[in-house]
């Protein structure tokens, strides 16, 4: 890409057009060459982006939310200011990371006028009417409250919960807020199932698998633990700061990503098996949790009971996370 171009995509958060390419000397033969080649991706209809080397390192699932992200600003650029941003497009702009989110088209709320959709792009109509707006890097969106309850309506509880508590753990969203949205949505489709996300919701969750975790325990019939607890030992020193305590069983669960300990190497596992070790010490069971396990309920309900069996008298103290 030659200066003049690069240029104006930085301008553009990222993207560019055909006609910006035409007027920076390149041909519609070359348009197709580099997409071709794979050195340029078409994101949408006469919108076009650079892969780069950051690109091919990120997973499938943040290449995709990459693309969602650019594909939502060359629409919005395209409509000249009759939409604003909303849904799971407007989720992205404020930050949310949600893999599960079902990203195959970018979703705007019209300011006046029907609805209409195609295969690209979905326009809504707004309904409820949108009293409020807020700009993100020149781009207009609903506010994170109202885009979190138009995308929770139609999830799974798993990944509407995930959702709610990222929003609120970014802060973009407060339990007012979202209760406040839920009623503008009152009388809608899938609004049960998002009031349940949101009551359900804690911003103390650390991560989208941290997020389905709770939603697992809850299912098993288990009770709601203290999320982000401190563990302290009998003189007041801090030990460690778990994903989940069950305080009454002395049990904790502690979920493990797949990248969680990828840039540790040994020193991190050794580390991490030191801080266990002084946790059982303290008379505490640990069970570790991988996103395998969630496939398994009832087994790691058993685990779960089986460490309750083997935990001792607890010494030390401990307190709940903050939000």
Partial sequence: MNLKLELVAAQRGGWFSRRDAVVAGYSDADLRRYVATGEWVRITRGAYAVRGTAYESMPPWEQAVW??????????????????????????????RIAELDLRRVHVTRMLGAGRSDGAVCQ???????????????????????????????????VAVSVVDQ??????????????????????SGIRAAARAVEFGDGRAESVGESWLRVVLAELGLPAPLLQAEIRDEQGAFVA??????????????????????DGGTGALLAEKAREDRLRDLGYQVVRVTWA???????????????????????????????
Avoid at 171 to 188: E, G, K, M, P
Avoid at 244 to 261: R, W
């Fill in 67 to 96: 693309l969602h992200v650019l594909r939502t600003r060359a629409v919005y650029h395209r409509l000249c200011g009759r939409a604003v941003v909303s849904h799971q497009s407007a989720l992205l702009l404020h930050g949310v």
């Fill in 241 to 262: 700061r778990v994903d989940f305590l069950f305080a009454e069983y002395g049990v904790i669960v502690e979920f493990d990503g797949a990248v969680k300990y990828g």
């Fill in 124 to 158: 809504h109509a707004a309904r409820p009417p949108i009293d409020a707006v807020c700009e993100l890097n020149g781009i207009r969106t609903t506010l994170a409250a109202r885009a979190v309850v138009e995308t929770v309506r139609t999830t799974s509880h798993r």
């Fill in 293 to 323: 396990d969630l496939a398994d309920p009832a087994a790691l309900l058993r685990r779960i009971r089986r460490a309750i069996a083997r935990s001792g008298p607890l010494t030390g103290c401990f307190t709940a996370g903050a939000m």
């Fill in 167 to 188: 929003a609120m753990r970014l802060r973009i969203a407060t339990l007012q807020q979202l209760t406040d949205a839920l009623a503008l949505f009152a009388s809608r």
